[in-house]
């Protein structure tokens, strides 16, 4: 079941789970900005946060979240703001990420990230 969080500008799952996306996300293209800092998220970043294109805000620094950054997240073309700071993410940042040319503030530290930034 989902609950409107926002006056109806979009709908999250009331319980919040990033390994468990719910496929209708992609429907959620209202939401600008999701912010899901300190909430005690645990699991992988599942690839299908990328089909939030329209966010320009994504904030999901202090959760618990592992593995790799995925490189779906490069369909986040309007991305002005990535924050997944504070987590145990591993691997490299996706050469994917350069075409995020909206993208202006980038927050990966506290990870256990490997490599340059592409």
């Known amino acids: 079941m989902w609950k409107s969080e926002r006056n109806g500008t979009g709908f999250i799952p009331t319980v919040f789970n990033p390994s468990a996306i719910p496929d209708g996300i992609a429907n959620c293209s209202s939401i600008r900005t999701l912010d899901l800092s ?9 690839p299908k946060v990328g089909l939030l294109s329209g966010l320009s805000v994504l904030n999901l620094e202090g959760n618990k979240l592992i593995g790799i950054i995925p ?12 924050d997944l700071a504070n987590n145990s993410l591993s691997g490299s ?3 994917e990420l350069r075409k995020l040319s909206n993208l202006s ?3 990966l530290w506290e990870n256990s990230l490997s490599g340059g930034i592409p």
């Open 105 to 107: 503030i980038l927050y």
């Open 38 to 46: 300190r909430n005690y998220l645990v699991g992988e970043l599942h």
């Open 93 to 95: 940042i996706p050469a």
């Open 71 to 82: 490189p779906s997240l490069s369909n986040m073309t309007q991305l002005e703001e990535l």
